[in-house]
């Protein structure tokens, strides 16, 4: 197992991505704390894994919110002693109903996508410290590297930060075993935040032409990379993004 014994917190881990990597992680032998504001999702995660043999824990974390997660890691700690694995996942779409140019949806982006990752790496450096190590794993988007349209102006800024502070931190924690990689999906599964104009199926089927591989990416095809990034196998990555978009960012 590539992640045995090991604990692992994964922020938005009720859905989508989350929800893969949760399920991953609890395959391969990791402790999960399965971190979220929806409670009810959340805890249908958690047992989720539990009957498929799997260790779990439910945690409410509003990643926004600096208290919350203080209270999160100690709580962590307090039960498991340490942490090994940060996965920052937790995050809003670029598409709205509000406009792409709403500055209240700038903000919200900016808040959800960008300073919960800084919240994240602050306070998990922290308690990884304590652990001897760990690995940080930061969810960014190919929308950090290229313009894409139908996405509020913003989307790409916020997602564009998580990709400067994975670099940046990956060279403030290299000396203490802290590992801080991060990984840009492409297209996916629309999002449970998904609205506005890249909600519509006649406007996501042209983005589709538009990849190499003329598909949307899985949620299992993130996870898998996710986990690589999160074992030991990864041991001598740090500050690097890996793209996982069919081709998209290519051309």
Known sequence: ???????????????GVGRATAATFACEGAMVVVADIDD????????????AGGRAHYLHLDVTDEASWRTAIEEV?????????????????????????STDYFDRLMSVNARSVFLGIKHGSAAMRHSGGGSIVNLSSISASIGLRGVHIGYGASKAAVKSMTTTGAVHYAA?????NAVAPGM???????????????FRATQVDA?????????????NVVLFLASDESSY?????????GGWNSV
Request: hydrophobic share 35%; with cysteine; charged share 20%.
């Open 211 to 223: 990849i190499p591989m003329k598909r949307v990416g899985e949620v299992q095809e993130v996870a």
């Open 77 to 101: 700690l307090s039960h498991f002693g340490r942490l090994d694995v940060l996965v920052n996942n937790a995050g809003i779409s670029g598409s709205c109903d509000t406009g792409l140019t």
């Open 237 to 245: 990555v740090t500050g690097t993004e890996t793209v996982v978009d």
């Open 188 to 202: 996916l599964p629309p999002m449970r935040t998904t609205r506005g104009t890249s909600s519509d199926p006649v």
């Open 176 to 180: 203490d075993g802290i590992r801080v």
């Open 1 to 15: 197992m590539r992640l045995r014994d090991k604990v692992a917190l994964i922020t938005g881990a009720s859905n």
């Open 40 to 51: 009810v999702t959340g805890a249908d995660t958690v047992e989720e894994i539990h009957s």
